[in-house]
């Protein structure tokens, strides 16, 4: 499996942007997707995730209700809406794939097999 990230970028405190990850390769139908983003000086830490067999969805409680985590139907790719960003939410996105991950692993990177490069997004205040 190849993840594809995208659609990162500079946007002032408030903004919003839309980050998209399109899996290539064999994607099973037991696949979670997550994000995760790393600050500069910061540990790696989870964002977001969305399992397909059942959708159901992850989030850190620093983003949510801000961030929505989706998957196109039928196509292997998954967004990540942000809203009313903040200075704080700037970092790397990474987005990561697994297969059989289950609910209480979600969000821990170490249940993911797969990564994406990273895009970068930040916040000016």
């Known amino acids: 499996v190849q993840l594809q990230a995208s659609g990162g970028g500079l946007v002032q405190a408030g903004g919003s942007l839309r980050l998209s990850c399109a899996a290539s390769g064999r994607a099973s139908s037991n696949t979670c997707m997550g994000w995760f983003r790393q600050a500069p000086g910061k540990e790696r830490e989870f964002v977001a995730a969305n399992r397909w067999s059942d959708r159901s969805t992850r989030y850190a409680d620093s983003v949510r209700d801000r961030f929505t985590i989706s998957r196109e139907n039928g196509v292997n790719t998954v967004y990540l809406q942000m809203n009313s960003l903040k200075p704080e939410d700037t970092a790397v996105y990474y987005c990561?794939?697994?297969?059989?991950?289950?609910?209480?692993?979600?969000?821990?990177?170490?249940?993911?097999?797969?990564w994406g490069q990273g895009t970068q997004v930040t916040v000016s205040s």
């Open positions: 990561a794939s697994g297969a059989g991950v289950i609910t209480g692993r979600m969000s821990q990177a170490e249940a993911y097999t797969y």
